[in-house]
Nanobody, 126 residues
Framework: QVQLVESGGGLVQAGGSLRISCAASGRSFSDYGMAWFRQAPGKERESVAAVGWSSAVPTYADSVKGRFTVYRDNAKNTVYLQMNSLKPEDTAVYFC???????????????????WGLGTQVTVSS
């Protein structure tokens, strides 16, 4: 069992930066592939970034590539999403998700993930 708690969301102006975090507790964090999803009002949840459980290269959705960076600190049981050059269309609730011993990529659908956090709101004003 893994518990995930996101934090760091907030209101930021377009062009600004924000870093959100996902802290995990429970089973060994390093055994989990981790991903960030987001869901905007009236839209489906989409995967934006993912990093596998063992020395995996992160992958990104085209919409955030070059602007977002996902990285994990296994010593702190935390995965981060650094978001730069934010746009109003990045406004959404951001969720982290975990999948046991998986080389996850952004192409892995949400139904494959075993654990989810409750999300953190990111709002980008124009």
């Amino acid at each position: 069992q893994v518990q995930l708690v996101e934090s760091g969301g907030g209101l930021v102006q377009a062009g600004g930066s924000l870093r959100i975090s996902c802290a995990a507790s429970g089973r060994s964090f390093s055994d989990y592939g981790m991903a960030w999803f987001r869901q905007a009002p009236g839209k489906e949840r989409e995967s934006v970034a993912a990093v596998g459980w063992s020395s995996a290269v992160p992958t990104y959705a085209d919409s955030v590539k070059g602007r977002f960076t996902v990285y994990r600190d296994n010593a702190k049981n935390t995965v981060y999403l650094q978001m730069n050059s934010l746009k109003p269309e990045d406004t959404a609730v951001y969720f982290c998700a975990a999948k046991y011993r998986a080389f996850v990529t952004v192409r892995i659908p949400q139904r494959e993930y075993e654990y989810w956090g409750l999300g953190t709101q990111v709002t980008v004003s124009s």
